[in-house]
Nanobody
Framework: QVQLVESGGGVVQAGGSLRLSCAAS????????MGWFRQAPGKEREFVAA????????YYADFVKGRFTISRDNAKNTVYLQMNSVKSEDTAVYYC??????????????????WGQGTQVTVSA
């Protein structure tokens, strides 16, 4: 069973940048399809980005395309989310997730088996 720990959250000004990290332990990281989700107060958890096992394919929600970049380093058992040109609406708790099996719908949280505890990102005006 894999454990996921996010880090890198904090307060950032609108237009600024932040890089989130998610460190995995307890499993073979390279076999997992990885995703980032976020949840704002009063809203449902939503898909942000995902990356295939060998980083061949990446997937993004429309609202982050061109601003966020997902990447992974299998040697370091870590997945990253580089957030640029952040907006106030990016304020949320960000979660990383791991999927052991192939996903029919990348953006659905249902396919992910393991979740981190989340890291808060707050974008100030």
């Amino acid at each position: 069973q894999v454990q996921l720990v996010e880090s890198g959250g904090g307060v950032v000004q609108a237009g600024g940048s932040l890089r989130l990290s998610c460190a995995a332990s307890g499993g073979t990281f390279s076999i997992y399809f990885m995703g980032w989700f976020r949840q704002a107060p009063g809203k449902e958890r939503e898909f942000v980005a995902a990356i295939s096992r060998r980083a061949v394919n990446t997937y993004y929600a429309d609202f982050v395309k061109g601003r966020f970049t997902i990447s992974r380093d299998n040697a370091k058992n870590t997945v990253y989310l580089q957030m640029n040109s952040v907006k106030s609406e990016d304020t949320a708790v960000y979660y990383c997730a791991a999927a052991a099996e192939s996903l029919s719908v990348v953006a659905s949280p249902r396919g992910y088996n393991y979740w981190g505890q989340g890291t808060q990102v707050t974008v100030s005006a």
